[in-house]
């Protein structure tokens, strides 16, 4: 497998259950980020790793809790959501050089329903 | 913090014909700007993208230009085809961030 992966490509959950998804990545690259993409609306970053540390939380909600344990791998884990949490979630990665950060590649994205 | 806006929201061209799609942002300090093409069903995928200290870049039938003053940058699609038809997106990255702020994205449609 190459490039960015995601699992599972889709989701149902009840709003009381706990899941998680999961991101691999295999460019070698030193950042990865979590975006979620809603119909009619804009790719919105939620989170981003840089080094497998977290250096961006954009309010996102305490539902949503990232784990980056490597370089490698992005996990989003997921608790009592919302029906409007339902959207597209995508994982990147990017390499961050001495230019800053360049181009991201993205995961296919797992389809999510909250029920 | 960087607000990216993009415009129009729906283009519909018949096929041939040039596509152009604008975007504006607000931090001055922004420095790398990518278009992404994402066809239905698909990831978003970097077609073009232009860093602070070039004014234009051409890649075959698509070039992108920017207006560091205006605070603005342009895609411009020459000769369209049907296959170009997707949602586009273009992104910036505000001074030393690593995070790419996002457009609202453009539907373009290239009717044969």
């Known amino acids: 497998e190459t490039g960015v992966t995601q699992t599972p490509r889709h989701l149902v959950m009840g709003m009381t259950n706990k899941k998680s998804l999961k991101c691999e990545q295999h460019l070698g690259h030193n950042a990865m980020y979590w975006y979620k993409q809603s119909a009619k609306k804009p790719l919105e970053l939620m989170f981003v790793y840089s080094l497998e540390e977290r250096v961006e939380n954009n309010s996102v909600p305490s539902r949503f809790s990232p784990e980056c344990p490597n370089s490698s791998h992005l996990f989003l884990h997921l608790h009592t959501l919302q029906p409007e949490d339902s959207a597209l979630y995508l994982c990147?990665?990017?390499?961050?050089?001495?230019?800053?950060?360049?181009?991201?590649?993205f995961g296919p994205g797992t389809r999510l329903t909250v029920l | 913090g960087e607000n990216v806006e993009q415009h129009p929201s729906t283009l519909s061209v018949q096929e041939g014909d040039s596509a152009v799609i604008k975007c504006t942002y607000s931090d001055s300090a922004s420095n790398y700007f990518p278009w992404y093409k994402q066809e239905l069903g698909k990831r978003p995928q970097l077609i073009i993208d232009?860093?602070?200290?070039?004014g234009e870049k051409k890649d075959q039938r698509i070039a992108v230009t920017l207006n560091k003053t205006a605070k603005h940058f342009s895609l411009h699609i020459t000769e369209t085809q049907p296959e170009d038809s997707a949602v586009y997106f273009c992104a910036v990255t505000p001074g030393e961030g690593g995070k790419l702020i996002f457009g609202q994205g453009t539907e373009l449609s290239v009717k044969p």
């Open positions: 990147a990665s990017s390499q961050r050089g001495l230019a800053g950060y360049n181009e991201q590649f």
């Open positions: 232009i860093r602070s200290n070039v």
